[in-house]
């Protein structure tokens, strides 16, 4: 059956972690660097609908898509290095897939037949591997397989890449991502894991095309043969994915490795076309050759995790880029945050980020940043929550209401500067009902939110049930801190500024989510900037 989109599948073998994300972003770079079209997806296998109601510290930050679909952090990568916004149809999982063939057998769709995860389970993961492909938008979908193979919650994805090879044939590739350990009392490296993880899947009917093989030391040639030997694979398909300094170097060693040139001979596509990676390779010059640093505090409640603030830290590099000059982050846990250290914790900062989150746990040091920021005239950005802090914060101690909190953490507050949004009163279920996707929102003219954008109207992605008290607005904006972006349609307050204050915004949105290496976003160029010129004063 021949098809005029091509599928690549990406599995991991040994261990997770090992950057199945980065590697599909890369080569997806890479095709798209030649001319082709190419899109990336996510198949998940946890039974959760989406990352939505996971803990950060689970599984890293959850990204939202343009469409409002709450997704896997990978998704994140495929937009920052290929600077195509992603869709609902990106990120799978199987409590979707588990959900759709339920509802399908209620409505009585499969005619009495006995429901089975072959072929009705697969049948589906399958119909949702296609529906990028049967846009016709793309040339070539990558679809990458969470989990390791061998797990049993990820048999059901592995099968349907056995029956898509089957019927796709020629159209069809798999690439394994495995582990090449290297054991320093011997002082070799070792294949033995990856065999025993190839042998897996052909077991489950599946032979990888590619190994892509993760290791912190070169493979030379005798150990690329004996992958290769052993594996069933060319010896032009044993790739090396050697540890490296930034992800943006991963693009640039797979091409080393001619990673692109193998999958199109797969495919029997043309690589004639050489890549264009002009402006890649400006980036990570520029990267690693800043002209200047400065050092921005990010303040939330998960720093011990890293990856729960995913977007924000990949934003600071693409906007520190813009500014030539390296953003040192210095990750402050706002638990432990008080009156007493904050000189000691922020004091040699050039800006504050306070980040976004949920609930009570760590929001008095968030306020207590927040009033650092205001109070010592730091360059200061508040992101959803980190926005909400700062009104609260502006109206306890400039607007002297003691009692003001949002309604999230404290219903029966005096002052709810922050209250639930109409639409969510009447909301039970947690699970993807936030106010989620991308909403327009109306700049104030010279706010240093519409200098950053160079616009009056923007579009931002949104992940929230609560909004700025528009009741309170006229006593904020007669105390100094404005207004300068709303909701055309419901008037929701999206931007909060202090003029007085050099540069000092609170954004109700995620601006972090839609920087990408092309497009650094706006909003932390504009802040980068004012931390720079902070530090030179």
């Known amino acids: 059956m021949s098809n005029s989109t091509k599928y690549i599948f990406v599995t991991g073998g040994v261990t997770s972690s090992l950057g199945k994300g980065i590697i599909s972003a890369s080569l997806a770079k890479?095709?798209?660097?030649?001319?082709?079209?190419?899109?990336?997806?996510?198949?998940?296998?946890?039974?959760?609908?989406?990352?939505?109601?996971?803990?950060?510290?689970e599984h890293g930050e959850c990204y939202v898509t343009d469409d409002g679909a709450e997704t896997d952090l990978d998704l994140g990568h495929y937009e920052r290095f290929l600077n195509v916004p992603t869709s609902?149809?990106?990120?799978?999982?199987?409590?979707?897939?588990?959900?759709?063939?339920?509802?399908?057998?209620?409505?009585?769709?499969?005619?009495?037949?006995t429901v089975q995860v072959i072929p009705h389970i697969t049948d589906e993961i399958k119909d949702r591997i296609q529906i990028l492909g049967k846009k016709g938008e793309f040339d070539i979908v990558i679809t990458e397989i969470g989990g390791t193979v061998g797990d049993i919650e990820s048999l059901p994805y592995v099968e349907a890449v056995r029956q898509m090879k089957w019927e796709f044939e020629n159209d069809c590739l798999v690439i394994h991502l495995t582990l090449i350990p290297y054991l320093a009392a011997a002082g070799e490296l070792k294949t033995k894991p990856t065999q025993h993880s190839v042998k897996q899947l052909l077991e489950f009917g599946v032979q990888p095309d590619i190994l892509c093989c993760r290791t912190e030391h070169h493979l030379d040639l005798t150990?690329?043969?004996?992958?290769?030997?052993?594996?069933?694979?060319?010896?032009?398909?044993?790739?090396e994915s050697i540890d490296a300094e930034t992800i943006y170097d991963v693009p640039l060693?797979?091409?080393?490795?001619?990673?692109?040139?193998?999958?199109?001979?797969?495919l029997n596509l043309s690589s004639k076309d050489?890549?264009?990676?002009?402006?890649?390779?400006?980036?990570?010059?520029?990267?690693?050759?800043?002209?200047?640093?400065?050092?921005?505090g990010l303040v939330g409640k998960y720093v011990e995790l890293k990856d729960s603030y995913k977007s924000i830290s990949e934003a600071f590099?693409?906007?520190?880029?813009?500014?030539?000059?390296?953003v040192n982050v210095k990750w402050i846990h706002s638990e432990k945050l008080t009156k007493a250290n904050i000189q000691e914790e922020l004091g040699e900062l050039d800006g504050i980020l306070v980040a976004p989150g949920f609930g009570s746990r760590g929001i008095s040091g968030k306020i207590e940043a927040v009033r650092y920021a205001r109070e010592n005239n730091i360059p200061f950005l508040g992101i959803c929550l980190g926005m909400q802090c700062a009104v609260i914060e502006f109206a306890r101690n400039v607007l002297h209401m003691e009692d003001a909190h949002t309604m999230e953490i404290a219903e029966d507050s005096k002052f709810p500067v922050i209250t639930m949004m109409e639409e969510q009163k009447t909301i039970a279920n947690l699970?993807?009902?936030?106010?989620?996707?991308?909403?327009?929102?109306?700049?104030?003219?010279?706010?240093?939110?519409?200098?950053?954008?160079?616009?009056?109207?923007?579009?931002?992605?949104?992940?929230?049930?609560?909004?700025?008290?528009n009741e309170y607005l006229k006593q904020f904006e007669e105390a100094g801190m404005v207004a300068a972006g709303k909701n055309p349609e419901t008037n929701l307050i999206e931007v909060v500024e202090i003029p007085t204050h050099p540069w000092f915004v609170g954004v109700q949105f995620h601006p972090e989510y839609k920087s990408t290496v092309d497009n650094p976003h706006p909003l932390f160029v504009g802040f980068v900037n004012a931390a720079k010129e902070y530090k030179q004063k």
């Open 431 to 469: 699970g993807g009902t936030m106010r989620l996707g991308a909403y327009k929102c109306e700049l104030k003219p010279n706010s240093n939110t519409a200098i950053a954008y160079n616009t009056d109207l923007i579009s931002e992605r949104h992940r929230h049930r609560y909004e700025f008290n």
């Open 30 to 57: 890479l095709l798209q660097a030649r001319g082709y079209s190419a899109t990336i997806q996510k198949l998940d296998p946890y039974i959760n609908i989406d990352p939505g109601t996971l803990n950060p510290y």
């Open 88 to 113: 609902q149809a990106n990120s799978v999982t199987t409590g979707k897939i588990y959900q759709a063939v339920i509802d399908k057998e209620r409505r009585g769709e499969y005619l009495g037949k």
């Open 253 to 266: 060693l797979m091409q080393a490795e001619g990673l692109d040139k193998v999958v199109l001979e797969k």
């Open 223 to 239: 150990i690329r043969k004996k992958i290769a030997n052993f594996c069933n694979v060319g010896i032009n398909a044993v790739i």
């Open 317 to 326: 590099i693409h906007a520190g880029v813009s500014n030539e000059c390296r």
């Open 274 to 296: 050489v890549p264009n990676l002009d402006s890649w390779n400006s980036f990570l010059h520029t990267l690693k050759n800043p002209k200047s640093e400065i050092t921005i």
